[in-house]
């Protein structure tokens, strides 16, 4: 288990090792601890569901499994777990698992559009009380050239990305990308509507 932030860091729980997602948090001034959810979801198929409810599913078993794996969770107010997944034609894409899967999916999104899928869980060890809710956007990917294709694979900044990258990275690295919707959604953690949840969780909790 790892700390950032500062005073009252101890109360929030983020069931992920994302530095993206961590970022966010940090930068949204929300003090907390991370570690690994425990869930490897690449080891999981959706099966029949929507793209919605899969990554709310997947991001309610990263809170569950985050909280067992710290004993039961007690010392902490909320645990987060989220999942994002891309969604093209109608198929889910997710976190590729080696350098020809990034390519292969980094040149389908090429030249056309996707949707971006964010499910976030927001449990309270201690009450059992939840919040689940999606948010989604829409990106628009340009042509990207050869060289920028087999450029960027050759970086490794693929590893870990749902739909094998980062939208601030690439908008900084130049690729041709437009997006309706959140930023932080499309980077995995709508930090807004969380912000929103976890007052209403608390409001909840102090009125019980």
């Given at each position: 288990?790892?700390?950032?932030?500062?005073?009252?860091?101890?109360?929030?729980?983020?069931?992920?090792?994302?530095?993206?997602?961590?970022?966010?948090?940090?930068?949204?001034?929300?003090?907390?601890?991370?570690?690994?959810?425990?869930?490897?979801?690449?080891?999981?198929?959706?099966?029949?569901?929507?793209?919605?409810?899969?990554?709310?599913?997947?991001?309610?078993?990263?809170?569950?499994?985050?909280?067992?794996?710290?004993?039961?969770?007690?010392?902490?107010?909320?645990?987060?777990?989220?999942?994002?997944?891309?969604?093209?034609?109608?198929?889910?894409?997710?976190?590729?698992?080696?350098?020809?899967?990034?390519?292969?999916?980094?040149?389908?999104?090429?030249?056309?559009?996707?949707?971006?899928?964010?499910?976030?869980?927001?449990?309270?060890?201690?009450?059992?009380?939840?919040?689940?809710?999606?948010?989604?956007?829409?990106?628009s990917v340009g042509d990207l050239s050869d060289d920028m294709v087999r450029?960027?694979?050759?970086?490794?900044?693929?590893?870990?990305?749902?739909?094998?990258?980062?939208?601030?990275?690439?908008?900084?690295?130049?690729?041709?990308?437009?997006?309706?919707g959140r930023a932080d959604t499309i980077m995995g953690l709508p930090v807004?509507?969380?912000?929103?949840?976890?007052?209403?969780?608390?409001?909840?909790?102090?009125?019980?």
């Amino acid at each position: 288990m790892t700390k950032t932030g500062g005073e009252g860091a101890g109360e929030v729980f983020l069931a992920s090792r994302s530095p993206r997602r961590r970022q966010l948090l940090s930068e949204a001034g929300l003090p907390h601890r991370f570690g690994h959810p425990g869930v490897e979801d690449s080891e999981l198929e959706p099966g029949r569901v929507s793209p919605a409810q899969w990554v709310a599913a997947l991001a309610y078993l990263k809170a569950r499994a985050g909280i067992e794996a710290q004993g039961g969770g007690d010392s902490f107010d909320v645990v987060i777990g989220a999942d994002t997944a891309c969604v093209k034609d109608g198929e889910l894409i997710g976190t590729p698992a080696d350098a020809a899967e990034a390519e292969r999916i980094v040149r389908r999104l090429s030249r056309g559009r996707h949707e971006v899928v964010t499910g976030v869980a927001v449990l309270s060890p201690r009450t059992g009380r939840r919040e689940l809710f999606v948010d989604r956007a829409s990106v628009s990917v340009g042509d990207l050239s050869d060289d920028m294709v087999r450029d960027y694979i050759a970086s490794g900044a693929w590893a870990g990305k749902a739909g094998a990258y980062n939208l601030s990275e690439r908008i900084a690295g130049g690729w041709p990308i437009e997006y309706v919707g959140r930023a932080d959604t499309i980077m995995g953690l709508p930090v807004g509507p969380l912000k929103q949840r976890l007052a209403r969780l608390t409001a909840t909790e102090a009125a019980a």
